[in-house]
């Protein structure tokens, strides 16, 4: 299981990861946790290309955050990857949706990395 935290403005952004088999799920996570958008990143050996879809629930704006971590960890990754996105705080400004965007896309840059380490170190060990 991999987690990590991130101050952001007024909130703290939390990344809680786990391989499901082969792929991963990633729960992103802050203020008023809930879920609303689910994305699904899937990547395509053939073309070596990943892509991406995501339902967002009716109110929520987090659509693009957990669009592009999803087809973000695929393309690094090679699995599919599933990414439930949930932050809400009351009256935010414009600003605190920028930090907040960019902890997550920092954030999502330490999951990969560490998939890699770890994807390192399983090759030595074969």
Do not use: W
């Amino acid at each position: 299981m991999f987690r990590t935290t991130r101050k952001a403005g007024r909130i703290e952004i939390i990344l809680e990861a786990k391989k499901l088999g082969e792929d991963y799920l990633l729960t992103l996570t802050g203020g008023k946790e809930h879920a609303g958008a689910v994305a699904v990143g899937l990547f395509d050996e053939k073309s070596g290309r990943a892509s991406s879809s995501v339902l967002t629930l009716p109110g929520h704006r987090e659509e693009q955050l957990a669009l592009d971590s999803a087809r973000r960890i695929s393309r690094a990754t090679g699995k599919t990857s599933v990414v439930v996105a949930g932050i809400h705080a009351d009256n935010i400004s414009p600003e605190e949706i920028k930090e907040i965007v960019s902890a997550a896309g920092e954030m999502i840059g330490s999951f990969i990395a560490s998939c890699e380490k770890s994807d390192m170190t399983a090759r030595r060990s074969e």
